[in-house]
């Protein structure tokens, strides 16, 4: 139940991925564990020792999220102001020009993640509070950009694609919830539910699930917080305070 086990697992995640191609229409490829790492390692460090009740699981990094930080859901504002994490961001080696990398400098918000991690702050006030019992994931490290700049999901890859990206990121995430030991891993969004059932099959985790806070979700778009803890308590999932 330490940082540095998840700080090692992140890095045998990436030299697992480092040879696989994709063809298009992907045609640029980010890995934020390797950019950002100052990020990732600085929120691992400061927020992932010790037992995880609940772990969230999102999909991958959002272009002005974890793309900018390497913080899952990593809205810039969010991950300074209220984590209080800053760290130099390097650029992938192929940069979509009107997906630049711009770190903490960017000046985009990333919506998913001032729903998230806006909902944590004004439930739970602080970060520590939040984090002595809960946890935030992200399912594939991986983005995936069209030469238009358009976002391609995960999900969108053929099979001969997928396959040995999924079963990389699958063994990542068995050996990150061994490691946080918690009750519940919750999927953010129906596809990061569908990975955890295969990825954890067997394991003494219960797998749950809330709505995405992505702004494509006109759900969402009606009030994430409020819809996503109706969804928690729905399925027995009761968030301490």
């Known amino acids: 139940m330490s940082a540095e086990t998840l700080i090692q697992a992140a890095q045998s995640l990436c030299d697992e991925i480092a040879g696989l191609d994709f063809a298009p229409p992907v045609a640029y490829v980010y890995n934020p564990l390797i950019y950002a790492h100052a990020g990732y390692e600085a929120y691992l460090r400061r927020y992932g020792n010790g037992r995880k009740r609940v772990v969230f699981l999102g999909m991958n990094p959002g272009p002005f999220g974890m793309a900018q930080t390497g913080v899952p859901f990593g809205d810039v504002k969010m991950v300074r102001d209220w984590m209080g994490i800053e760290a130099p961001i390097g650029k992938p080696p192929k940069e979509h020009p009107k997906r630049p990398i711009d770190g903490f400098a960017c000046k985009q918000s990333e919506v998913s993640g001032t729903r998230l ?62 490691d946080l030991e918690p009750e519940w891993v919750v999927g953010v969004g129906a596809f990061a539910q569908a990975r955890a059932k295969a990825a954890l099959a067997g394991m003494p985790v219960k797998i749950g699930r809330v709505l995405h806070p992505s702004p494509a979700s006109p759900a969402a778009n009606r009030g994430w917080a409020q819809a996503a803890a109706k969804e928690l308590e729905a399925q027995g999932i009761c968030l301490v305070r």
């Open 117 to 178: 991690w806006g909902a944590a702050a004004e439930r739970y006030g602080t970060p520590e509070a939040f984090f002595k019992d809960h946890f935030v994931l992200n399912y594939c490290p991986l983005v995936f950009m069209e030469a238009s700049g358009a976002n391609r999901t995960p999900d969108k890859l053929p099979v001969s694609e997928r396959t040995p990206l999924f079963e990389a990121c699958d063994r990542h995430l068995a050996r990150a919830i061994a």
